[in-house]
């Protein structure tokens, strides 16, 4: 009970402070919110790109050309073998004759279909195939060397020069998105130790009296950390209502996709919303908490 009875009068002591300062209070408000705009914004972003990414895995597809010469046999263990790779997607193994091909092809044209009728086993120059898929989108380059490698693979195909860019750019989005976020959350922590810095200066004479009295450290540096924490909940207000209210917006706009129909952004379900929006209002909290704290040990000295 004691320590609910301190926990109460801290937020007390918080939302006092904040009004008492609010001069400071506004500018620190203002400068988490726009930080945390970014923020949200980078977040938003690095989820789409991680969908981007998921989305282009389910439809990367490998395709295993098998050497004419082949036996049976052989085919069994270019199989095997495809089993045994690691970053293959086993379930996704479909194997192909020549022959399938060719009738899967002459169904689809007229025009196949009067070339191929007279094919026979010897005269058809199609390849039997493996279609596999890998685990992860930028494994695709190493898995399709060790694919190389079988005994009896001719060729293999992924469209290597455009996957392969695509992957190395959205690989390169996510890092920059993730650096931005923790550079702005370390921007964001600066402004707060600042400004409680400024709070504390403004109470050294209520600050030196709790002393004397006998006020414990943690009775006098608590208010601090629960003020940060407040002004890290308002400031996150306009960041989730942006998520909340922007993001629907923009993806009816833009048709669900960005440049392309096979760029497809996440949909805004209630549970995409409520899970970035509860990510920036926790990131608001810590930073703020932290912030604080910073600026209690440093300047404080308790």
Not at 149 to 154: F, L, M, P, S, T
Request: hydrophobic content about 45%; some cysteine; aromatic content about 8%.
């Amino acid at each position: 009970m004691k320590v609910l009875r301190m926990l109460g009068r801290s937020v007390r002591d918080a939302f006092k402070s904040v009004f008492r300062n609010f001069s400071l209070s506004l500018a620190s408000i203002s400068c988490i919110a726009i930080t945390l705009i970014i923020v949200s914004l980078s977040i938003v972003v690095s989820f789409n790109v991680q969908n981007f990414t998921k989305e282009i895995e389910k439809d990367l597809t490998i395709v295993v050309f098998v050497d004419n010469e082949a036996t049976e046999e052989d085919v069994k263990d270019i199989k095997e073998e495809l089993t045994e790779i690691k970053e293959i997607n086993k379930k996704s193994i479909v194997y192909s004759s020549k022959n399938d091909q060719k009738e899967k092809i002459s169904s689809e044209s007229d025009v196949f279909k009067t070339v191929m009728k007279d094919w026979d086993e010897k005269d058809n120059p199609l390849k039997d195939t493996f279609q596999v898929k890998v685990k992860h989108a930028d494994k695709i380059s190493k898995t399709a060397e060790k694919i190389r490698k079988i005994d009896k693979v001719a060729v293999v195909k992924y469209g290597e020069g455009m996957v392969d860019k695509l992957v190395s750019a959205f690989a390169t989005i996510k890092k920059v998105t993730y650096i931005a976020v923790v550079a702005l959350i370390i921007v964001t922590i600066f402004l707060i130790v600042n400004t409680i810095k400024l709070t504390i200066f403004s109470r050294k004479r209520e600050i030196g009296i709790m002393r004397l009295v006998g006020a414990s450290n943690f009775t006098i540096k608590n208010p601090f950390i629960v003020e940060g924490m407040i002004l890290g909940m308002i400031g996150s207000i306009l960041p989730i209502c942006l998520i909340v209210f922007g993001y629907p917006m923009l993806y009816r706009r833009l048709g669900g996709h960005v440049f392309s129909p096979l760029i497809k952004m996440i949909e805004p379900t209630s549970r995409f919303i409520l899970n970035a929006s509860l990510l920036v209002l926790i990131i608001g909290i810590i930073v703020g908490m932290i912030g604080s704290a910073r600026a209690v040990r440093k300047y404080l000295k308790v």
